[in-house]
């Protein structure tokens, strides 16, 4: 008798993103961690709250602008997923200013306000305003030919409301003083002002201690410091704008100037004040966001940079070469022996430099062509690309220009490529290209060898330390075969030609890993054993989450390691456990994407760019590479996957309610014997240990 389920109820995406948050806010709580790395954490989440409201917000706020659109869904969506958010951020600055900030001060690292400053301290800091910030501030008295001024997005600005009147004798009672970017947020007080610790101000607390003196003759009552995020995710119509890279340098500036989302006050805002703030961006009462210390504690990250003290930081973990490299040989050499994994940051992204810089001084390589999405400030593939130029040999580029808010960067790194002569091209219409690619083509005796680089992220030597990614170095005919029909692709628009080895998205991608799953499906039903891994940073296609729950049901073993948001329910009628979902949370921030599926003893791994979301599949240029060495598949399956899947100290596991709770993974048979319950066992950390000796 053939069973039937209820229609499927997905988790809310919105509310699965700021349950990540919560979850990387609970490193700020870990007594394990030093200080300034929880503050680090605190930080980490205001920035990811300002993307999610930049990205996430808009559609939700503009339905409860619209009458029309607000239907009862509507309304409750958008309450339930504020409720989150209010609390989240509540919680956040209820761990900085009665955890984080008095320990600090136990060990010498002090934010001091104005009523704590001494005299002479307030000296200092009134010369500093001064010389450095009122020469900077324009306060703006509002009437009618002063208008309320154009707030920029994510900008620090104050509120002010005043008694008296002016200098015509008009009573306009409020003002808006906006607070140059140029500033530093953050100060920090001289030596002999600061009794041998570490004492520092923020840029807020100088311009409310000498508000009043911008404003002379006029009564200081109430103000406010405020910020407004706008929705940010730029919109180009590529099919209708002749030149991508100038119309998204356009929207570049207006950017900084869509549609209000959210607006942080001070806590103690006026309730009058706060009204006119919310009429003047239009925006609902959910949007509103009464904070407890600054407004952006994401510039906070300067406090962690700037502070001293080695127990107060990470000890530094320095990279080693990848082992299956040979020191001082060359890449084309050993790359004729065997594929070369790099398990980035517990092995270092130099060796992807250093082969960049092998190609490029080696006079028989013809050709590199590489894809940019982002890159980071390190200048080091830029400059080696343009001396490939240099030296005669043809070099491109697939600038991904709509990578978001790296579009600026990238575009900086596209005009900087053309000004020597590398061919730039950015991608396909309608498309991000977001695969990870670098080829390399070299002149061997009467033949033309292919030698190639694909990674799970992106080729950005700053985040390759923090990111948790597998990159692979190959000279495989196929593959490398396979890149070169896809860069053509990508920058002639030819049909693409049969893939031997890669999947590629939009093409097969999402249809063959729909294949993957269905076949496990119908093994489960024959009664084979069929398991399927999966790694990655979200799961949030419903064709492929709908896929997984029918292989759930009929009996596949599934296990998922998601960082960040999954609409799957493991509490899905049918499933009787045989989907479970963690997450891994720790000093690093997991990145890799595996594909993993085991039918008997018939094993298949990808390694990907891409996440299981729809955009991924749908609207991306994405590539899935097979591990078909059975060594490195054992490597991978062991130190991207077992151990995340053993880990009981930074897993956090979706439960039956669709919320996630930190502790001891709930492991099968099969898995019982790797670990004993008692033990603390934390992935990341057994990986720093095993790569630091």
Not at 447 to 453: A, I, R, V
Not at 643 to 666: C, F, I, R, V
Not at 669 to 684: F, H, M
Request: glycine share 4%.
């Amino acid at each position: 008798m053939r069973l039937t389920y209820p229609p499927l109820k997905l988790l809310n995406r919105d509310i699965s993103i700021l349950a990540f948050n919560q979850r990387v806010l609970s490193l700020a709580q870990n007594p394990d961690y030093p200080l300034l790395e929880r503050l680090r954490f605190v930080c980490i989440v205001s920035s990811n709250l300002d993307e999610f409201f930049e990205v996430r917000a808009a559609p939700h706020v503009d339905a409860m602008r619209d009458e029309q659109q607000q239907s009862e869904i509507n309304v409750h969506s958008y309450q339930a997923i504020s409720d989150v958010a209010h609390a989240l951020v509540n919680k956040q600055y209820q761990i900085f200013n009665t955890e984080l900030m008095p320990a600090l001060a136990n060990h010498g690292v002090h934010l001091v306000s104005h009523g704590d400053r001494t005299a002479e301290q307030r000296r200092w800091v009134a010369k500093y305003f001064e010389s450095e910030v009122r020469p900077l501030l324009v306060p703006v008295a509002l009437d009618p030919s002063h208008p309320f001024p154009l707030v920029a997005n994510k900008a620090l600005n104050f509120i002010v409301l005043l008694g008296g009147n002016d200098a015509f004798g008009r009573s306009n009672n409020i003002a808006i003083v906006k607070v140059p970017r140029v500033l530093p947020r953050l100060i920090k007080l001289p030596k002999n002002l600061s009794d041998k610790q570490q004492k520092f101000v923020s840029l807020s607390s100088v311009i409310r201690a000498h508000l009043s003196s911008l404003f002379t003759g006029r009564e200081v009552i109430n103000f406010s410091q405020f910020r407004v995020t706008r929705h940010s995710d730029l919109a180009v119509d590529e099919e209708d704008v002749k030149n991508l890279r100038t119309a998204l340098r356009k929207g570049l500036v207006q950017r900084n100037f869509g549609d209000a989302v959210r607006l942080e006050v001070s806590h103690g805002c006026d309730e009058k004040l706060a009204k006119f703030l919310l009429q003047q961006f239009d925006l609902p009462e959910q949007s509103l966001y009464r904070v407890n210390g600054l407004v952006n504690l994401a510039r906070l990250m300067q406090l962690a940079d700037l502070a001293e003290g080695n127990d107060l930081k990470f000890k530094p973990f320095e990279p080693k070469i990848s082992q299956q490299l040979v020191p001082n040989q060359s890449f084309f050499t050993q790359l004729k022996q065997q594929d070369i994994l790099i398990h980035q940051p517990y092995e270092s992204f130099e060796s992807v430099i250093d082969f960049l810089r092998e190609a490029v001084y080696d006079p028989d390589v013809l050709s590199i062509q590489q894809t940019i999405y982002r890159t980071g400030s390190d200048p080091r593939m830029l400059k080696l690309l343009q001396e490939a130029v240099r030296r005669g040999k043809e070099v491109m580029a697939v600038v991904e220009l709509k990578a978001r808010f790296d579009e600026e960067a990238n575009i900086n790194w596209a005009e900087d490529l053309e000004s020597v002569g590398a061919q730039v091209v950015y991608g396909i219409v309608g498309l991000k290209t977001h695969a990870k690619m670098l080829l390399v083509m070299r002149r061997e005796g009467s033949q033309l060898k292919h030698y190639g680089h694909v990674s799970t992220g992106n080729y950005n030597p700053r985040t390759a330390r923090l990111y948790t990614d597998v990159s692979m170095l190959t000279s495989d005919i196929q593959i490398t075969r396979d890149m070169e029909y896809l860069f053509r692709h990508i920058a002639s628009q030819v049909k693409l030609l049969r893939m031997q080895k890669l999947l590629v998205a939009p093409f097969n991608l999402h249809r063959q890993m729909l294949a993957k799953i269905r076949s496990a499906e119908l093994a489960a039903k024959a009664g084979k054993t069929a398991t399927i891994i999966l790694k990655m940073n979200a799961l949030t296609d419903e064709a492929l989450v709908v896929a997984l729950v029918k292989a759930g049901r009929a009996g596949v073993e599934v296990d998922l390691i998601l960082r960040g948001a999954c609409i799957l329910p493991v509490d899905a009628p049918g499933l009787d456990g045989r989907i479970r979902v963690r997450s891994i949370i720790g000093r690093l921030l997991e990145h890799s994407r595996i594909f993993y599926f085991k039918i008997d003893q018939v094993e298949n791994m990808w390694l990907s760019s891409a996440d299981w979301m729809n955009r991924n599949m749908m609207r991306r240029v994405e590539i899935a590479w097979p591990i078909t060495d059975e060594k490195n598949r054992a490597r991978i399956l062991q130190e991207c996957c077992q151990m995340s899947l053993d880990d009981n100290q930074d897993a956090w596991l979706l439960n039956q309610e669709g919320t996630y709770t930190l502790g001891a993974p709930k492991l099968t048979q099969s898995k019982a014997k790797a670990v004993a319950q008692e033990q603390t066992l934390s992935a990341q950390q057994l990986l720093l240990q095993k790569y630091a000796n």
